[in-house]
């Protein structure tokens, strides 16, 4: 079987999606990045090897934070940022969709589209209270596992206002809502309404959200968060069925544009999980600009160098 793949390597969590010859998913794989993404990956694709023995990858694509490095790494065909990636995701969830609604765990993005362009969007990677790091938290300190974090919220009836400014802040003022004798069910879509509104306030400032509206990322996995958002902007939340790993499926999909136009890849193949893989850097002080240069060495051979922006360094290697 022919399939893409497309990488999401985010701060927190690696998603690995395969797509068959027909752009439809036939795996997806979440894996927490731990503070090494090069080892996630591996394990992440020799899972992905494991499970579809008889795949022969035609395509794959990075994307999020680390997309740079991975995509050195496996010999990327394309190598997106984040609003690309779930921009075209979303497209091909729902052609129709012009807003885009994604929180992850540790930053959240709005992607503003009309007639399958984006014209605009924006980012949050600053303020924990507007990712689901919030969540997270509020839920470790309420003794509840974040998957039932959602179910619980919609049982309450009357939410309390809880401040979702600042993490510190909402933290506080939990406590206080706690000791004044509020519901947990109550309490945690107070949290869920203070998230929507920092996001909408912060991340959404501005932005003329217009309805089909998907929310994407793993909080959207969130029953609360998604009835948050319902009632603060008045129209149906769209929740893709691969919510998670839509960063991952819209590298895939950028990855097969790619392909089909030199039908070639430029996939190293799944020995890259066997071999090991040294990042360092160092300061170039050619110039004012004191770049600082990053070198990877795969078995103690340097194979790539980026990060200098006059390419005096990412020039000199010649990758096999």
């Known amino acids: 079987m022919h399939v893409l793949l497309g990488i ?8 690995i999606a395969a797509l068959d010859e027909f752009k439809k998913v036939i795996d997806t794989l979440y894996i ?143 406590i206080h809502k706690q000791q004044t004798g509020h519901s947990i069910p109550d309490i945690l879509n107070g949290l869920c309404h203070a998230l929507s509104r920092n996001y909408l306030n912060n991340v959404g400032k501005g932005k003329k959200i217009q309805s089909p509206v998907l929310f994407q990322g793993g909080v959207a996995a969130n029953k609360g968060m998604q009835r948050a958002f319902e009632e603060a902007l008045g129209c149906p939340i769209v929740i893709p069925a691969y919510h998670d790993v839509m960063g991952a499926i819209g590298a895939a999909l950028l990855a097969g544009e790619q392909v089909s136009q030199r039908n070639h890849t430029n996939f190293r193949g799944f020995d890259v999980v066997d071999l090991t893989y040294v990042p360092n850097s160092f300061e170039c002080n050619g110039c004012a600009n004191m770049c600082e240069v990053i070198d990877l060495k795969v078995n103690d051979r340097t194979v790539a160098r980026w990060g200098d922006q006059c390419g005096k360094w990412s020039n000199s290697i010649v990758v096999a």
Do not use: W, Y
Request: glycine share 10%; with cysteine; aromatic share 2%.
């Open 32 to 174: 927490r990045t731990q503070g090494n993404p090069i080892k996630a990956v591996q394990n992440g694709l020799r899972l992905i090897r494991e499970r579809n023995p008889d795949i022969k990858v035609k395509g794959v694509g990075t994307t999020g934070s680390g997309r740079n490095l991975m995509g050195v790494i496996v010999g990327a065909d394309s190598v997106k940022n984040e609003i690309t990636a779930h921009a075209v995701a979303a497209m091909h969830t729902t052609p129709e969709v012009q807003t885009v609604l994604e929180i992850g765990g540790q930053d959240s993005k709005i992607i503003i589209l009309r007639d399958g362009v984006v014209i605009d969007f924006a980012m949050n990677t600053v303020c924990a209270a507007g990712t689901g790091s919030f969540l997270d938290q509020q839920a470790a300190r309420l003794n509840i596992s974040i998957e039932d974090f959602g179910d619980i919220a919609l049982q309450s009836q009357t939410p309390v206002r809880i401040a979702g400014r600042c993490a510190v802040f909402a933290e506080s003022d939990m």
């Open 8 to 15: 999401d390597v985010g701060s927190v969590s690696i998603n």
